[in-house]
């Protein structure tokens, strides 16, 4: 029997196209995913992100405990500060990857993968064995992802004044609790927005409020393909236990000072950067046919090799962009891609596409469908 | 519910064909494959003047999520293919039956048509799910 989130019933009654995401049964799309994406880049669409994990870490030693579990370090937050971190086996290979918030002195909520949540749980309870460090999965919560550079103004006319003028102060990963609500300025779609985790019998009145302020409903898909625009990595593409942050474009997640910060991994990261890291991330922009998936060989013309880790074509570029492991040294430039063993050329650029509705890189790329049809709820 | 035309025959991988009288078949992909593809963003057709035979990767169907190969229904030649799917991919998702159509064979075995599902036979196979 799959899971199902406190919002189950509403993607239901509005015709979501419903699918199997790690034992949850979670909305695709309710319609178009093209037109879902352009909302969130150009206005604002809501997601239901109750599938995954949030587990409370809480006691005297908190902190002491995730500064040791995480790669980045939580000394830098202040409570109402919220940063990302990998957490590393002690090989140095990814376990997860998630949103650490800073509630109290020695209180965080852990965002974690859906599909690694149990994995997790286990994982941080071992670690925190023998320490009066609590760790507990708060499925009592629902999260709202309200994304996009209309979100507040759609915020604001679905809540209290204080919810909204609270959030609408908040920086770019700051976050504000009362009420049983925390409401954060994060997300992962490359747009403004804020992410809201609240109790499981409010989310329903809060998504209906939403919808009606306007934000667009938008599912999975179009968070898969506004996270690979953003350049997001994704925890079982980019990155997994065999795959070190210094390989996958999370380099700037590991926290190397202070150095007697011992953390778990630390010792196969140094060891590992000291050698100089065999592989790193790209961007990859096709300029022949198709539509670059994950798989599929990347070829350098100096003779190396690299894999797509994740591929779509992107609604807002209107032509098709990737994300790729190569190694380290493979130049920018031209490469080819392998598609159904035609020989396709690509462009090697960073591995970060759009951000706050910018494209950041040159595109002029082939023909693509065209955004603005389809349709979409907003004017 | 997805739309099934009585006058076309249907293959179990989610295309259709429509017969005309003339010995050419029609050939595209169903109102229930559009919309379980979602939207399309790129097609890849046969040749015109390609042979295919009953059962061969005829192209390619990509939406923003997933990529999806066309079989060919029935043996014969291609004759025409539909180029403005090649910068109208839509047309797919928004008139599977009629501008979203791919391209037109001329059949070297109309005895292949037994082969194919009725509106009725493919119905029944949407609905065992």
Request: net charge negative.
């Amino acid at each position: 029997m799959a899971e199902r989130t406190p919002l189950y019933p509403l993607h239901h009654a509005a015709g979501a196209r419903l699918t199997d995401f790690a034992g949850w049964e979670m909305p695709l799309h309710y319609g178009s995913q093209l037109s879902e994406h352009l909302a969130v880049r150009r206005d604002c669409g809501l997601f239901d992100v109750s599938h995954m994990g949030v587990v409370e870490v809480a006691g005297g030693k908190a902190l002491e405990f995730l500064r040791r579990v995480l790669a980045n370090d939580v000394a830098r937050l202040a409570p109402g500060r919220a940063l990302y971190s990998p957490m590393l086996s002690p090989q140095g290979g990814i376990l997860d990857d998630l949103i650490a918030y800073r509630l109290g002195p020695a209180r965080f909520f852990l965002v974690v993968n859906c599909a690694n949540t149990a994995r997790d749980l286990q994982w941080l309870r071992e670690q925190s064995a023998g320490t009066e460090v609590e760790v507990r999965l708060r499925r009592d919560l629902a999260i709202l992802a309200l994304q996009g550079p209309r979100a507040l103004e759609r915020l604001a006319r679905a809540v209290d004044v204080a919810v909204a003028d609270a959030a609408a102060a908040l920086p770019s990963f700051g976050l504000w609790e009362a009420g049983g609500w925390v409401v954060a300025r994060t997300g992962y779609t490359g747009e403004d927005g804020v992410e809201l985790l609240l109790p499981a019998d409010e989310a329903p009145g809060l998504w209906r409020a939403l919808s009606e302020a306007g934000a667009t409903l938008a599912g999975l898909a179009a968070r898969d393909s506004l996270r690979i625009e953003a350049g997001l990595p994704l925890y079982g593409q980019e990155m997994d236990e065999t795959v070190s942050p210094l390989r996958c474009g999370l380099a700037w997640t590991v926290a190397w000072e202070p150095e007697e910060r011992r953390f778990v991994g630390r010792e196969a990261l140094e060891a590992e950067r000291r050698a100089g890291p065999r592989e790193r991330l790209a961007g990859l922009l096709l300029e022949g046919r198709g539509v670059l998936r994950a798989g599929q060989r990347v070829l350098f013309p100096t003779g190396e090799e690299g894999r797509i880790t994740s591929g779509t074509y992107s609604p807002f570029l209107q032509c098709s962009i990737a994300l790729a492991r190569v190694p380290a040294d493979a130049p920018e430039g031209r490469a080819e891609v392998e598609i159904r063993g035609r020989r396709e050329p690509v462009r090697v650029v960073a591995p970060r596409f759009v951000r706050r509705g910018r494209i950041l890189v040159e595109t002029g790329c082939g023909r693509g469908r065209a955004p603005g049809g389809g349709d979409e709820r907003n004017p | 519910m997805s739309e099934i035309p009585e006058d076309l025959r249907y293959l179990e991988s989610h295309e259709w064909v429509r017969v005309d009288p003339d010995g050419t078949a029609t050939v595209g992909i169903t109102d229930h494959a559009q919309e379980s593809l979602g939207d399309v963003v790129y097609v890849e057709l046969p040749e015109v003047g390609a042979q295919l035979t009953a059962g061969d990767e005829s192209g390619v169907v990509e939406s923003v999520k997933a990529a999806s190969d066309i079989y060919a229904p029935l043996s014969g030649e291609v004759i025409e293919v539909n180029e403005e799917l090649l910068d109208h991919p839509e047309r797919v998702n928004e008139s599977p039956y009629v501008d979203g159509w791919f391209y037109r064979v001329r059949l070297s075995d109309p005895g292949e048509l037994d082969d194919l599902l009725d509106a009725e036979g493919y119905r029944r196979l949407l609905d065992e799910g």
